[in-house]
């Protein structure tokens, strides 16, 4: 309470000790002279005495307001700073939680990461091993094509060199056998089929 009112009635007194001094220096500078000094000192007291009295009306009714605003402004800049502070201490908190999440998050990312690597290795040799699966399949089929057509090309080859065989013998029995050749094998051959009988 008494801080209050000495930040009132400081600036009275101040105004008032500057109201004096600039009344003397403004009397000195008059120099104080002649038959009229006496009227002079009468008329600086009433003028001191009616400042002082402007002066006091003034802060007397002016000071509450003053004094109202700059409490107010102080409450305000208290208020200002206080939720300054709040509001720091809930960035700092959401910057933590964020900071906390990002970190998680980044090991997650590793985590799957390596995971992915991992079963891309796996991958990878399943499927090198699959395709040699696939590519050994491939040369036993291959190679049972293969046995196989020669297996065919040479029964056709036997078929054709039998019956080759037999024409060209039919041809050399045709050129070398005459008729009465022919006729002695037949009897030959029926007298066989008899006696068997």
């Known amino acids: 309470m008494k801080d209050s009112r000495r930040s ?10 500057f109201v004096l001094v600039s009344a003397c220096m403004a009397y000195a500078s008059g120099g104080g002279e002649g038959h009229g000094g006496a009227s002079q000192w009468k008329d600086f007291a009433w003028k001191t005495f009616n400042s002082v009295i402007i002066i006091g009306l003034l802060v007397w009714m002016l000071a509450p307001k003053i004094k109202g605003f700059f409490a107010g402004r102080r409450q305000e800049i208290k208020e200002s700073l206080e939720n300054t502070a709040v509001q ?3 960035a700092e908190k959401q910057y933590r939680e964020y900071a906390e999440k990002i970190d998680k998050a980044s090991l997650e990312i590793d985590g799957i990461f390596e995971m992915i690597k991992a079963q891309g290795v796996v991958e990878k040799k ?3 091993e699959d395709a040699e699966k696939v590519a050994q399949k491939m040369k036993e089929d291959a190679k049972a094509r293969i046995e196989q057509e020669l297996n065919k090309a040479s029964s056709q080859l036997r ?8 024409q060209m013998a039919e041809e ?4 070398n056998i005459t008729a009465q050749d022919h006729e002695a094998m037949v009897k030959e051959y029926m007298d066989k089929v008899v006696d068997k009988k």
């Open 8 to 17: 009132i009635y400081l600036p009275t007194f101040l105004s008032l000790f």
């Open 88 to 90: 720091k201490a809930d």
């Open 126 to 128: 399943k499927i090198i």
């Open 159 to 166: 078929s054709e060199a039998v019956a080759l065989s037999v």
């Open 172 to 175: 050399i029995l045709k050129k």
